[in-house]
């Protein structure tokens, strides 16, 4: 990579000229970004795989989302496969609606359109995927971040980055931190785990109860609380403590 190649994370994309092409360093690879201003207005952007060779993802974005593309697309950079093919990817996209962070609870389950394609909403953004790679993603305000994950090699951890990345920058504020929380351990018998466990709590057969549940949010933060009530708490601490909101005495712990 040149000492010369300017950083993607600080680039103008407005400032293109018409068809002028430029390679982008970022922390994994180079992008390169053309504009075609006079045919609509709107720049495409090419990412390479991990061995700086196969093009790993197509895409393109209009003026709504030029302020956007440098961050999101270093993020693809990052989880793009270290190679690429010209087979298209084969993804199954209930997976990677289950991996991302950037996403409610599945209670409701996750319905698929008879293309295949999974999608889902947090505040003030929605997301969609299909089985051949390509990615799409709305603000309610107006940008969209769309494109085409190209080669066999990405799987649904990889998609669900990219997915996680382009709604972290498009949600409202209050989507910034999504909280979950699991479920209980549960019971086991004591051989079954490799360390101690239980609350005190013992039944016939030898097994022990263990009430420890792990909370996350969307940002990455993760705890685990010795109950589920606990981890409720924690997760409702967790949204205070990023959002600096005062507790509140109306509304219950966020499941």
Request: hydrophobic content about 35%; overall charge positive; aromatic content about 6%.
């Amino acid at each position: 990579m040149s000492d010369l190649t300017p950083l993607l994370a600080a680039a103008d994309l407005s400032k293109l000229a018409d068809r002028e092409g430029i390679w982008f360093a970022t922390g994994r690879g180079r992008v390169f970004i053309s504009r075609y201003a006079p045919h609509g207005d709107f720049i495409r952007a090419t990412v390479r795989s991990g061995n700086g060779q196969d093009r790993a993802a197509l895409l393109h974005f209009h003026p709504a989302a030029y302020p956007l593309a440098p961050a999101w697309l270093a993020a693809i950079a990052e989880a793009a496969p270290e190679s690429a093919d010209r087979c298209p990817p084969s993804v199954p996209t209930g997976s990677v609606r289950l991996l991302a962070r950037m996403t409610p609870d599945h209670r409701n389950g996750i319905p698929r359109l008879s293309d295949g394609s999974v999608g889902w909403s947090i505040p003030g953004a929605t997301a969609r995927v299909w089985p051949t790679g390509r990615i799409e993603l709305r603000s309610t305000t107006g940008p969209i971040l769309a494109g085409q994950l190209e080669g066999s090699q990405w799987d649904q951890f990889q998609v669900a980055a990219v997915a996680d990345a382009g709604l972290r920058l498009l949600c409202a504020p209050e989507a910034q931190h999504i909280t979950r929380t699991g479920q209980p351990s549960g019971w086991s018998r004591p051989y079954d785990r490799p360390e101690p466990t239980g609350n005190g709590r013992e039944r016939k057969g030898g097994q022990m109860y263990d009430g420890s549940t792990t909370s996350s949010c969307s940002c990455g933060w993760s705890t685990t609380s010795p109950s589920q009530l606990g981890a409720r708490a924690m997760a409702e601490q967790h949204r205070r403590d990023a959002t600096s909101q005062p507790p509140s005495a109306d509304q219950p712990p966020h499941p």
